[in-house]
């Protein structure tokens, strides 16, 4: 068994703990994810299992896209409702009118600190290790990218956003910015992950339902490896596919279409609708295998 799983990840579950799931119900010991979500955050988590493991590098540049809830006059260590009150007001009507410029104002490339209660290392440790501590660590602000930031609802002090974001992009840390440029403070009241590596919430599996299926049943729901990948399809001969997986390069196609649209020189090659795996294309115009997935020559 090989592909991906969309899981819609439960509240309450870490990602890790929904890859030990996995393991278990699969039999399969190479199991990843791919995007981690906040043990409290619910929706879409991209999970590989066996040769699927080794596209996970190449799904982080995909687009996400979150439902979150945003709660105002409230401000917290954490960023999200979960974590200690630092700050609580009542948020009055100009602030309340400004919502929706002020957000806006976080559309396209912007500067981000990511929150002291994150997975992101530094000097090997996780930094909510050190949040959890008491230790301050001085976090270099990173460029992030927002498409855009849609307001579904605005009732009382709860605000229910759509945002559709790059890679890094910290929704809780949205909210709390959001809050200080209001005046009022604001924190994550709730997270859904809607879209992940081309993966749609409406096409998730639950977890609970999951648990009641066979491994023949899961193997039914399974993505093949290429899905999420958005990269170009080369097609080859059975002869070019054996040098491929030999690990030898192949002249590419003539065809300055295909490279003007290609993502980073990268392309997805298939032999009929034999997935072989991923190339890019060196200096030379030779095709350089990248990762091969399947190794059966023909």
Same mark, same amino acid.
């Given at each position: ?22 393991? !278990? ?11 981690? =979500? ?5 929706? $879409? ?7 699927? @493991?080794?596209?996970?590098? &190449? ?7 979150? $439902? ?6 409230? !401000? ?8 200690? @009150? ?11 009118? !400004? ?14 600190? *990511?929150?002291? &209660?994150?997975? #992101? ?5 996780? =930094? ?7 230790? +301050?660590?001085? $976090? ?11 307001? #579904?609802?605005?009732?009382?002090? &709860?605000? @229910? ?7 890094? @992009? ?6 709390? +910015?959001?809050?200080?440029? #209001? ?8 997270? +859904?992950?809607? %879209?992940?590596?081309? =993966?749609?919430?409406?096409?998730? $599996? ?17 993505? *093949?490896?290429?899905? *999420? =990948?958005?990269?170009?399809?080369? &097609? ?6 054996? !040098? %491929? ?54």
């Amino acid at each position: 068994m090989q592909g991906i799983i969309n899981l819609n990840k439960p509240q309450g579950m870490t990602s890790h703990d929904c890859v030990g799931m996995i393991r !278990r119900l699969t039999g399969i010991k190479k199991v990843g994810h791919a995007g981690t =979500l906040d043990p409290m955050a619910t929706g $879409v988590l991209p999970v590989c299992v066996g040769r699927a @493991t080794r596209i996970m590098q &190449y799904l982080d540049d995909e687009k996400k896209e979150y $439902v979150c809830g945003m709660l105002l006059g409230r !401000r917290t260590d954490t960023q999200d409702i979960w974590g200690t @009150t630092l700050e609580e007001v009542i948020p009055d009507e100009e602030q309340l009118r !400004r919502v929706t410029d002020v957000l806006k104002g976080f559309e396209g490339d912007i500067l981000q600190t *990511p929150p002291m &209660y994150s997975a #992101l290392k530094y000097k090997g440790k996780k =930094l909510y290790e050190y949040a959890r501590k008491g230790i +301050e660590i001085e $976090v270099k602000p990173r460029k992030i990218h927002v498409d855009e930031i849609e307001i #579904l609802n605005i009732k009382d002090y &709860y605000v @229910t956003l759509r945002i559709l974001c790059g890679r890094g @992009t910290y929704v809780r840390s949205i909210c709390d +910015e959001a809050g200080r440029v #209001l005046g009022c403070g604001a924190c994550m009241s709730s997270l +859904e992950r809607t %879209l992940s590596a081309g =993966l749609r919430i409406e096409e998730s $599996v639950d977890a609970d339902a999951l648990k009641e299926m066979t491994a023949e049943e899961i193997e039914a729901i399974i993505y *093949p490896p290429y899905y *999420p =990948l958005d990269m170009e399809k080369i &097609y080859v001969t059975p002869e070019e596919a054996n !040098r %491929l997986i030999d690990g030898k390069h192949i002249p590419f196609p003539d065809r300055s279409d295909v490279m003007k649209s290609a993502k980073g020189g990268r392309f997805t090659v298939f032999e009929g609708s034999r997935f072989i795996g991923i190339i890019h294309v060196g200096e030379d115009g030779m095709m350089i295998p990248e990762k091969i997935f399947d190794t059966e020559k023909k």
